[in-house]
């Protein structure tokens, strides 16, 4: 139980377009879904918690009309990076917070970012 | 900010050596302690978690954790490795009822077979 995929798991994309991941949790209900992003070699860095039917919670220094959240069902939440640029290039991770846990998160297997 | 320390970056073993992975953390409220291990090309997994009660934790695949509340540390230990246990580890900490998890820089472990 509390497995969480990613989709895609690899996507090489332009400069200046825009590229959608997707988070589900697939055995649960995940009211909280956290967005991560990982640098090489270095850990976890919070992005941006995401409520399902509100806006989501940007951390510091993160632009959130760069990287939209939508969380619109308690199975689903997206990041979609606007107008990505080679900078953007990293491997973001999500996790799922099941209904009723205050602690606990699922963690998806990542989608490494590369752009061109 | 709350911040979370691994000691070391990289360490390196021999099957059946002692392992012991330093982790303190700076919050000094009432914490949840982790520890998440990544193995090449997977994602993370938990190995333990601390929440309250008995400070010594066990955790899967043989591995325990002690939460020392006066050091602010939650160091991870396993008696024997094993090859298998080639990866990154990482601690993490939120507060409690928190949603925030935040992240060591992780110790990758090498076991040499």
């Known amino acids: 139980g509390a497995v969480v995929s990613q989709h895609p798991s690899w996507v090489i994309c332009k400069s200046g377009t825009s590229v959608k991941i997707e988070c589900r949790s697939l055995?649960?209900?995940?009211?909280?879904m956290f967005w991560y992003r990982q640098f090489p070699k270095q850990s976890l860095m919070l992005m941006a918690t995401?409520?399902?039917?509100?806006?989501?919670?940007?951390e510091q220094g993160v632009e959130k009309d760069k990287f939209l959240i939508n969380h619109a069902s308690l199975t689903l939440s997206t990041l979609t990076v606007t107008s990505a640029h080679p900078e953007d290039s990293s491997f973001y991770i999500c996790?799922?917070?099941?209904?009723?846990?205050?602690?606990?998160?699922?963690f998806g297997p990542g989608t490494r970012l590369t752009v061109l | 900010a709350q911040s979370v320390s691994q000691h070391n970056h990289h360490v390196i073993l021999s099957e059946a050596a002692s392992l012991e992975l330093g982790c303190n953390y700076s919050?000094?409220?009432?914490?949840?302690l982790f520890w998440y291990v990544q193995y090449p090309g997977q994602h993370l997994q938990l190995l333990l978690k601390?929440?309250?009660?008995?400070?010594l934790v066990k955790g899967i695949k043989g591995f325990e954790a002690e939460f020392i509340k006066s050091k602010f540390s939650f160091n991870l230990r396993k008696p024997s490795v094993q090859w298998s246990d080639t990866a990154e580890y990482f601690c993490?900490?939120?507060?409690?009822?928190?949603?925030?998890?935040?992240f060591g820089a992780g110790t990758i472990l090498r076991v040499k077979s």
């Open positions: 996790s799922a917070r099941p209904w009723r846990t205050y602690n606990e998160q699922f």
């Open positions: 055995d649960f209900q995940a009211t909280t």
């Open positions: 995401s409520n399902e039917g509100s806006k989501a919670t940007y």
């Open positions: 919050y000094g409220g009432t914490v949840n």
């Open positions: 601390y929440f309250s009660g008995d400070p």
């Open positions: 993490a900490v939120t507060r409690e009822y928190g949603n925030k998890l935040v």
